[in-house]
């Protein structure tokens, strides 16, 4: 006993003709009685839809792919700073800078941003954006919350930059592991 599987086939006069199965085998979709439906892919709205998209996705593929450009950015800030603090410490004396304390922000700041801002966010880009494909899963738990908390880290990363511009500068702490910088001896201004 043999199972004969006809696709039906549409005919000239608008019908299905299920005639002849062997002429089925090569057959054109497009000329089927829905030949007007075409699929042209997804619609562009221009760049203010992407732009929405963007800031309210919940996607975690999208979410980890802005975690891995916004921290790779931050790696070149890092970067630059520390050019900075190497150009710096070419020669003796301040060539670079105008006094030890901005090269302390300096050091302070390509610190916390190569290790707060670069490396942690990275691997949180990574894990948005393979583990759920890894297990199979369709998407993160608490999606909203995800997304939230790269604005929240974009923020923050905003924030801790902001400082260079101001007036006391950016932070200049050091390392806090010196019994002196502890005491607070060696430092002055305003939040050190």
Wanted: aromatic letters at 8%; glycine letters at 14%.
């Amino acid at each position: 006993m043999s199972i004969n599987l006809i696709r039906p086939k549409p005919s000239s006069g608008g019908g299905l003709d299920v005639s002849d199965p062997a002429s089925d085998l090569v057959s054109d979709p497009a000329s089927g009685p829905i030949s007007g439906l075409v699929d042209r892919g997804p619609v562009d709205h221009g760049p203010g839809h992407r732009i929405v998209g963007l800031l309210t996705t919940t996607d975690h593929k999208v979410i980890g792919n802005l975690y891995l450009v916004t921290s790779f950015l931050f790696f070149m800030l890092g970067g630059l700073l520390a050019l900075g603090i190497r150009a710096e410490l070419a020669a003796p004396g301040l060539q670079i800078v105008d006094n030890p304390e901005q090269f302390n922000q300096l050091f302070t700041m390509h610190g916390t941003i190569m290790l707060l801002l670069f490396a942690t966010p990275l691997f949180a880009g990574f894990a948005n954006a393979i583990v759920p494909l890894q297990i199979g899963a369709p998407d993160v738990s608490f999606p909203r919350v995800n997304a939230l908390a790269y604005w929240f880290y974009l923020f923050g990363g905003l924030v801790v930059i902001s400082g260079f511009p101001l007036p006391g500068g950016a932070a200049g702490v050091r390392m806090v592991c010196l019994r002196a910088a502890v005491d607070g001896r060696l430092q002055s201004g305003a939040g050190r």
